[in-house]
């Protein structure tokens, strides 16, 4: 697999971004179809899906930076990693249709 899939001039668009982003689309897709069939409420999926989304990722974050408690500070577990931007990119196109 290629780390890096093409870039817009600085902006790297990582494969891990891209294929993070189909999973939670995927996700909310079958999310939605499902609420839909049993509650008939499919238009819930898109606040939970988003959550969800939000929550791994801060949840992920805050697991980095207990993990390397000795070594980095608060700041670092924030910090964007090479490649990030790129995949906030492909968060933000997806998330358009949420």
Not at 45 to 53: V, Y
Not at 90 to 96: D, E, G, K, L
Request: charged share 15%; aromatic share 12%.
């Amino acid at each position: 697999m290629r780390p890096v899939l093409f870039e817009l001039g600085p902006l790297a668009v990582n494969s891990y971004g891209v294929f993070v982003a189909l999973a939670f689309v995927a996700g909310w897709l079958v999310l939605r179809h499902e609420l839909g069939r049993r509650a008939g409420r499919g238009e819930a999926a898109g606040t939970l899906a988003l959550a969800a989304a939000l929550g791994g990722l801060l949840g992920a974050r805050a697991y980095w930076y207990v993990e390397h408690a000795g070594d980095a500070t608060l700041g670092d577990a924030f910090t964007p990693r090479p490649g990030s931007r790129g995949t906030a990119a492909c968060w933000a196109a997806p998330s358009r249709f949420l």
